[in-house]
């Protein structure tokens, strides 16, 4: 009887511990899956942010050379003069450059979180460049528009640029790259568009629409 109630006893801490999930936490094995459970979650996190910040970066600076790759139908349109176009496209780099130096000097990247940074800078980008065509051309009021653009682009820049390098630790470099990529791929928007057939009717519509 001693002999069988033993075995009755192990059987039983057998099946009651070895089978619970409190046994199961305890054990290295379990710790292990739980880490690569939350890795490949933070993973999958990482990369699905960053193709949006991706995506975000290129429709933002989709502005930079919006008003040069239709500088040619301005200039019909609005008659403008060498030196006008020449600066219809450095006020936007002038913009750019004084807006870093201010975001720089003012720290604006580490007291304004850098989602909120980016989605302000982007609609005071998006709302100058678009009072071009909405408001009554002056030259010297385009080309503060333009200059307004350029300071909105700058303050999408920086933050992007500091999310990027928080989220990939590791593979910073690629995370970085893949930014800088959209950056560009979003300069170069508007010209594609400016080349296709279809998108050169529909800007000149929707840009005698605003003009009218």
């Known amino acids: 009887m001693v002999r069988l109630h033993t075995l009755f006893d192990l059987e039983g801490i057998f099946g009651n511990t070895f089978f619970s999930a409190k046994f199961w936490r305890k054990t290295d094995a379990f710790l292990v899956f ?10 999958v996190e990482k990369w699905r942010n960053l ?10 600076f989709c502005l930079w050379f919006s008003v040069t790759a239709i500088l040619p139908q301005m200039t019909e349109e609005w008659q403008l003069s060498g030196a006008d176009q020449s600066w219809m496209t450095m006020s936007v780099q002038v913009g750019f450059v004084v807006g870093a130096l201010l975001s720089a000097l003012l720290n604006l990247s580490d007291r304004i979180p850098a989602s909120r940074l980016i989605a302000a800078s982007a609609l005071g980008g ?4 678009a009072g071009i065509s909405l408001l009554e051309y002056a030259p010297t009021l385009a080309l503060l528009l333009r200059f307004g653009t350029g300071m909105g682009l700058a303050g999408a820049y920086p933050p992007g640029m500091k999310l990027a390098a928080t989220w990939c630790k590791e593979d910073r470099g690629l995370g970085i790259g893949l930014l800088v990529g959209g950056i560009v791929l979003g300069k170069s928007i508007p010209h594609l568009l400016n080349a296709l ?4 009717s529909m800007a000149c519509l929707l840009g005698a629409r605003y003009l009218w």
């Open 34 to 43: 739980k880490r690569l459970h939350q890795m490949t979650i933070s993973a």
């Open 51 to 60: 193709v949006l910040l991706v995506m975000a970066e290129i429709l933002i």
């Open 126 to 129: 998006a709302a100058a460049n």
């Open 197 to 200: 057939p279809l998108w050169v």
